[in-house]
């Protein structure tokens, strides 16, 4: 298997704009997985999906963000309007189960920077 | 206070020491604790997990987790320089998702 799949792996943008971050989780795995990564917070978790439903999104920090699943192959984390201080390492990640020692797996980050 | 905290770091040890890396936690219901180490620029990767209070070995590695003092810690025998890495321990809490520390840095310097 691929892994976990991220686009764009860099994307930098102005204040204002709207952001699209995409994750293709792994095949068969149940749960994906939203973190934002910064030195200032550490790894945060914004939402998770199981089998395509939004379970928890109370990481999510304000309204700009949402977060879809439309299918099992596919997710995407939206900001708009984007401002500076989400500049961030976004990662997604997916599991099989949520459960005992089940890894979660992660992808290979979007590096978001907003001038 | 952050559900699972680690020692700030960072931490520089020699070539071939044994660096300790901690971690506690508050969350009572947690069950399952990860460690996941990341290359600077890359993404965590899982090293170890350990639920039973006591002990686990892998390699150079070795988990211990105390229950009854919410404590975990990460063991890393014969330090190499490629074990430099910011390492993250998790926690997975009566919510079931994981909760990470805000990592320790280590550098192994040869």
């Known amino acids: 298997d691929a892994g976990v799949i991220q686009s764009p792996r860099h994307e930098v943008t102005e204040m204002g704009q709207e952001v699209t971050l995409r994750c293709k989780p792994i095949?068969?795995?149940?749960?994906l997985f939203w973190y934002r990564q910064t030195m200032m917070r550490g790894l945060e978790l914004l939402i998770y999906f199981n089998n395509n439903v939004p379970i928890d999104d109370s990481g999510m920090p304000e309204d700009r963000f949402s977060a879809k699943m439309p299918n099992a192959s596919f997710s995407t984390l939206k900001i708009q309007p984007s401002e500076p201080r989400d500049s961030a390492v976004y990662f997604c990640?997916?599991?099989?189960?949520?459960?005992?020692?089940?890894?979660?797996?992660f992808g290979p980050g979007t590096r978001l920077t907003v001038l | 206070q952050k559900e699972v905290e680690q020692n700030s770091g960072p931490l520089s040890v020699p070539e071939g020491a044994i660096a300790s890396l901690n971690c506690t936690y508050s969350d009572r219901g947690s069950q399952s604790f990860f460690w996941y180490r990341q290359y600077s620029g890359k993404s965590p990767e899982l090293i170890m997990f350990?639920?039973?209070?006591g002990d686990k070995e892998d390699g150079r590695f070795t988990a211990q987790l105390n229950k009854a003092s919410q404590y975990v810690s990460l063991l890393i025998r014969d330090s190499q320089p490629s074990d430099s890495a910011t390492y993250l321990c998790?926690?997975?809490?009566?919510?079931?998702?994981?909760?990470f520390g805000s990592g320790t840095q280590l550098t192994v310097l040869p």
């Open positions: 350990i639920y039973s209070n």
């Open positions: 990640a997916s599991s099989l189960v949520l459960a005992g020692d089940n890894e979660q797996f």
């Open positions: 998790a926690g997975r809490g009566s919510a079931r998702q994981l909760t």
């Open positions: 095949s068969g795995h149940d749960y």
